[in-house]
């Protein structure tokens, strides 16, 4: 049997918007989160500029992944989120901006921050209060917990709790 590899998460939050700004005009532009198809994914590779193996983690049958897109403009993937509904919390296992909004050419900022809150909301939604739980590098456990308002519990463990999850949630979902 295959062991299963643990990723720690390395995402940064560039900037909490309101939606997703484009780096260069400042543009506001409103977003839609939607669950990912097997025909999404087909761009979605490595030989592309993606980090992660999206395909074989929508394949996992326990965790869900989402897309972020810009309304109207669903075929563009803007990031990626991939959470699994634990007993009292959602896990979030993977985040990833597309190629094209990391780095110093980065087409939008926040990206990461509407992912996270949309997987906030999705804890509210089930159930869970807001509560989400990740696993960080290390270098980035300060990050998170000026950026999202995260805990760290410990290790590499962070958390993500009612009061956070709320502020977050009303940042990119005001209605």
């Not at 260069?24 to 087909?42: A, G, I, N, R």
């Not at 996270?116 to 739980?133: I, N, Y």
Request: hydrophobic share 40%.
């Amino acid at each position: 049997m295959r062991r299963k590899q643990v990723i720690h998460l390395d995402f940064e939050i560039d900037k909490l918007t309101n939606s997703i700004q484009n780096i260069v005009t400042e543009d506001s532009f409103p977003t839609d989160v939607l669950p990912v198809t097997k025909e999404d994914l087909k761009a979605v590779t490595k030989k592309n500029g993606w980090q992660f193996d999206w395909k074989e983690e929508f394949k996992q049958p326990a965790r869900e992944v989402y897309k972020l897109t810009i309304v109207n403009n669903i075929t563009i993937i803007q990031g990626l989120v991939s959470l699994e509904v634990k007993s009292d919390h959602i896990y979030m296992h993977l985040v990833e901006s597309a190629p094209f909004n990391k780095g110093k050419t980065k087409v939008y900022a926040g990206v990461p921050g509407n992912l996270v809150a949309f997987v906030c909301r999705v804890s509210f939604r089930r159930g869970f209060e807001g509560t989400v739980s990740f696993l960080s590098k290390t270098q980035l456990i300060e990050h998170y917990i000026e950026s999202l308002g995260a805990l760290h519990i410990g290790g590499r463990r962070m958390i993500i709790e009612t009061k956070a999850a709320l502020k977050l949630i009303d940042k990119y979902f005001k209605n």
